[in-house]
């Protein structure tokens, strides 16, 4: 059984960066597509950002599109978001999720079998 942590986020001002890190425990992560959701008060969560098993194809919603970059470590069990030019529209808990199936990549969060708790990133303006 896949379990999540998510970490890294926190207070930082419009324009600035953070990282977060969604770390893995558990067996069969190495073959897991991963992606990253947020979801701000009173909205729906939202796709970000999301990885595949092997950590070459990527897939990134619009409004984070050069600002954003999904990585992962799989000698660490990690993947990474690293969030730069940060908005004050980016203030959400962010969440990672995992995808069992690997492939193809999917932006619906239904499709995501395992998630972290949430870590929260407040952007102020």
């Known amino acids: 059984q896949v379990q999540l942590v998510e970490s890294g986020g926190g207070l930082v001002q419009a324009g600035g960066s953070l990282r977060l890190s969604c770390v893995a425990s558990?067996?069969?992560?190495?073959?897991?597509?991963v992606g990253w959701f947020r979801q701000a008060p009173g909205k729906e969560r939202e796709f970000v950002a999301a990885?595949?098993?092997?950590?070459?194809?990527?897939d990134y919603t619009d409004s984070v599109k050069g600002r954003f970059t999904i990585s992962r470590d799989l000698a660490k069990n990690t993947v990474y978001l690293q969030m730069n030019s940060l908005k004050p529209e980016g203030t959400a808990v962010y969440y990672c999720?995992?995808?069992?199936?690997?492939?193809?990549?999917?932006?619906?969060?239904?499709?995501?079998?395992?998630w972290g708790q949430g870590t929260q990133v407040t952007v102020s303006s």
């Open positions: 999720a995992g995808d069992r199936t690997g492939w193809p990549l999917s932006t619906v969060s239904i499709e995501y079998d395992v």
């Open positions: 558990g067996r069969g992560f190495s073959s897991y597509a």
């Open positions: 990885i595949s098993w092997s950590g070459n194809n990527f």
